[in-house]
């Protein structure tokens, strides 16, 4: 006897109800394939909230209407917050974590500076100069999850969206949004960046020590987009290989990225430039990795990023593949 399952994670790109393209026409397009994924845990980024009026709080009221008449629509729902589908928790404008579970959440929380305190820098190319150090904040917080899984234990979740790795402002160092004035400027915009993304992962990392600390063999999925490759700083921090700490007592502590069973010439989720790139990931406890069966990048119909938006007005589209991986539960 077995309980098959599926988590996946999906980057909906902007999801919102109002503006360009009109929403049926990206309701055509998503609903089918987060219908696809038969998804039992769903992790999604980029999902905007909506007011009825001015004053009265967001609520997640367009991803309710893409997923009307999907399995989804009976699912547990949390942002980190307290309250289902969006009520009664604070949501921000654009760009909200959700999390989508059949079975019930236990407890929810978003991670932001609480177990990695905002990095001081004093800026050097800054015009004018600041006086003192200043904050480096995060864009956006880590989603985290224990889910009720079926057999009385916990299903760890952790839904991301790392910062790109554009360079961030600078105060007095641009001409224009896409302009800067020096490359100094556009240099320490750029640290800056990779300061946010590294400690989004380190937090990431630490939240999920935590879970270890409390139970070595911890059911734990970390998902989402991170925005960098398996080999770059952030997914390394997460992951936490074997070969990088160095200590064969730390191994269980690793996370295993399941693209790697996906054939290489298939393991992309972002087409850049004519570059195929693997920025969206699942990561998991070798505990979960034992009812790992198989895993699915849903990329045929993905088209390149930079191409279309100079190419394609009002795309419906989201130009992040799906991922979602198989797995096996013994009885």
């Known amino acids: 006897m077995s309980r098959e399952f599926r988590i996946a994670t999906f980057n909906l790109e902007s999801l919102d109800d109002s503006g360009e393209p009109p929403f049926d026409e990206r309701i055509a397009v998503l609903r089918p394939q987060l219908e696809r994924l038969q998804a039992d845990i769903l992790c999604l980024q980029e999902v905007n909230a909506q007011r009825e009026a001015?004053?009265?709080?967001?609520?997640?009221?367009?991803?309710?209407?893409?997923?009307?008449?999907?399995?989804?629509?009976?699912?547990?729902?949390?942002?980190?917050?307290?309250?289902?589908?969006?009520?009664?928790h604070k949501l921000a404008d654009r760009h909200n974590l959700v999390l989508l579970s059949r079975w019930p959440i236990l407890e929810a929380r978003l991670y932001r500076h609480d177990l990695v305190p905002a990095p001081q820098v004093r800026m050097v190319t800054a015009d004018p100069a600041p006086a003192a150090a200043e904050s480096v904040n995060w864009d956006r917080p880590v989603?985290?999850?224990?889910?009720?899984?079926?057999?009385?234990?916990?299903?760890?979740?952790?839904?991301?969206?790392?910062?790109?790795?554009?360079?961030?402002?600078?105060?007095?160092?641009?001409?224009?949004?896409?302009?800067?004035?020096?490359?100094?400027?556009?240099?320490?915009?750029?640290?800056?960046a990779s300061l946010k993304r590294a400690g989004q992962a380190l937090e990431t990392r630490l939240a999920v020590d935590r879970l270890f600390d409390a139970d070595p063999q911890a059911l734990v999925v970390v998902a989402g987009d991170l925005n960098a490759e398996l080999e770059q700083t952030p997914v390394r921090i997460i992951r936490a290989d074997l070969d990088e700490t160095g200590n064969g007592h730390l191994a269980g502590r690793s996370l295993v990225p399941l693209e790697?069973?996906?054939?290489?010439?298939?393991?992309?989720?972002?087409?850049?430039?004519?570059?195929?790139?693997?920025?969206?990931?699942?990561?998991?406890?070798?505990?979960?990795?034992?009812?790992?069966?198989?895993?699915?990048?849903?990329?045929?119909?993905?088209?390149?990023?930079?191409?279309?938006?100079?190419t394609v007005s009002h795309s419906p589209e989201s130009y992040h593949a799906p991922l979602v991986a198989h797995f096996e539960k013994p009885e």
């Open 54 to 88: 001015k004053g009265e709080p967001r609520t997640l009221r367009a991803l309710n209407r893409l997923l009307e008449r999907t399995a989804y629509a009976g699912y547990h729902v949390t942002t980190g917050g307290a309250g289902n589908k969006g009520e009664g």
């Open 143 to 192: 989603l985290y999850a224990a889910v009720d899984f079926p057999g009385g234990r916990r299903l760890h979740v952790f839904d991301l969206h790392l910062r790109a790795p554009i360079a961030a402002p600078v105060p007095g160092q641009k001409k224009n949004a896409s302009t800067w004035k020096s490359v100094g400027g556009w240099a320490e915009g750029f640290y800056l």
């Open 260 to 310: 790697r069973s996906v054939p290489e010439e298939r393991r992309f989720s972002v087409l850049h430039g004519g570059e195929a790139v693997m920025l969206d990931h699942l990561l998991v406890s070798r505990a979960l990795l034992g009812w790992f069966r198989r895993a699915e990048i849903h990329n045929e119909a993905l088209g390149d990023e930079l191409i279309a938006h100079a």
